[in-house]
Each structure stands twice: as structure tokens, then as C-alpha cells.
């Protein structure tokens, strides 16, 4: 994925759903020099010193009123933070605890139905300062173009690079970026 221009990688550290593994994700850290995100249900502050990874993954949906005190701790702990919204309620709740990285989720965890248009609904209510990432259901140089205009500044990519070969997966998608500016992509590694 790197070698395809990933800027940075998500390792699902999720064990009972998703069958991720907190040694997954120290080897990959160990194995890159790209930033690596910890994709798991962080809920509890406790939950924060499980792993060493340069990027938590705070939801929204799932920290509810929690949100303000578990952004600061993970600040605290050193971690950057992406804190992932799929709707503009959520949206205000981040932007209010302080979130400078938003991902905005095309998938429904409710539902598990992906929209794109979920992205281009919220992304118009984020200022320029905020970084705004673009996650699940981008699978083509076309989708990566649709997010980039709708005002990405990088993408979280899981499932669309996996089928084939990862490295020109992961560089198809580079590219389409590339040709529309200079911007990032976050690519999400098996587990």
C-alpha cells in the first residue's frame, strides 16, 4: 500500500467483529513510515493505553457525550485524533469538542449502507481548517474524484484496493488524487 502511495495506514485493531488484533498493528508500525491509525470502538479512556499507534479513532456515534473528555486524553497521550461523524448533528458535536480531523463515514454503521452523497452532504458544513476525510465506499479513480471535489483532503480506502494486486489497487486511487492536486490518501491494511 505504501509502495502504491498510501501516505498513511488504518490497521482494524477490532477483535470480535472484525477480526483485527492489537499485534497486527505493532507490526505494521514497526514494518512503515507512514503514520498508522488505530481503527477501533475506542469507548473508555482506559482503552486509550491498550496500543501505540500515531493515530486514535474516536466515533462519534459511539462516544456520544463522552466525546470532549476522550478527545483530550488521547491529545494528552499524544495521539492525533480522527473523530468520525456521519451526519451533521454528529458533525456539530465533533466540531464543538474540538476536532481538527473529521472523517465523515459514507457508511451507515446502523444500516451498513453506503451512500456517497452522505460525504457531499456534510463536508460543505466543515471550515478549512478543519482536515476532512472521506471514508468507506470509495472504490474508483471516479469515486476518488467525486470526494476530492466535494472537498476531501484524503480518503480512508479499505476493501476497494484488497481484490488483485494492493500496490497498483492502492495506486490507481493515488493517482486519480494526484490528478486532481496534491492531497492524501489513507489506505486501510488487511487484518
Do not use: W
Request: aromatic share 2%; glycine share 8%.
Amino acid at each position: 500500500m505504501v509502495a502504491g502511495g498510501a501516505a498513511a495506514l488504518s490497521v482494524l485493531t477490532e477483535p470480535e467483529h472484525f477480526g483485527g488484533s492489537v499485534a497486527v498493528l505493532e507490526r505494521v508500525r514497526e514494518a512503515v513510515d507512514v503514520p498508522v491509525l488505530r481503527k477501533d470502538f475506542v469507548v473508555a479512556e482506559s482503552q486509550l493505553d491498550a496500543v501505540e499507534s500515531d493515530v486514535v479513532l474516536l466515533i462519534a456515534r459511539f462516544v456520544g457525550d463522552d466525546l470532549p473528555e476522550l478527545l483530550a486524553a488521547a491529545r494528552d497521550r499524544g495521539f492525533q485524533v480522527l473523530v468520525e461523524v456521519h451526519d451533521r448533528e454528529e458533525l456539530t458535536r465533533a466540531l464543538d469538542a474540538g476536532a481538527t480531523t473529521v472523517g465523515v463515514n459514507n457508511r451507515d454503521l446502523a444500516e451498513l449502507v453506503v451512500d456517497l452523497g452522505t460525504f457531499e452532504s456534510v463536508a460543505p458544513h466543515v471550515s478549512d481548517e478543519v482536515t476532512l476525510i472521506a471514508e468507506s465506499g470509495i472504490g474508483s479513480p471516479g469515486d476518488v474524484r467525486r470526494m476530492r471535489a466535494a472537498g476531501a483532503d484524503a480518503l480512508l480506502v479499505g476493501s476497494a484496493i484488497m481484490d488483485g494486486d494492493v500496490e497498483a489497487n492502492t495506486r490507481a486511487l493515488t493517482r486519480a488524487e494526484a490528478d486532481d492536486g496534491d492531497h492524501r490518501d489513507t489506505t486501510e491494511t488487511p487484518t
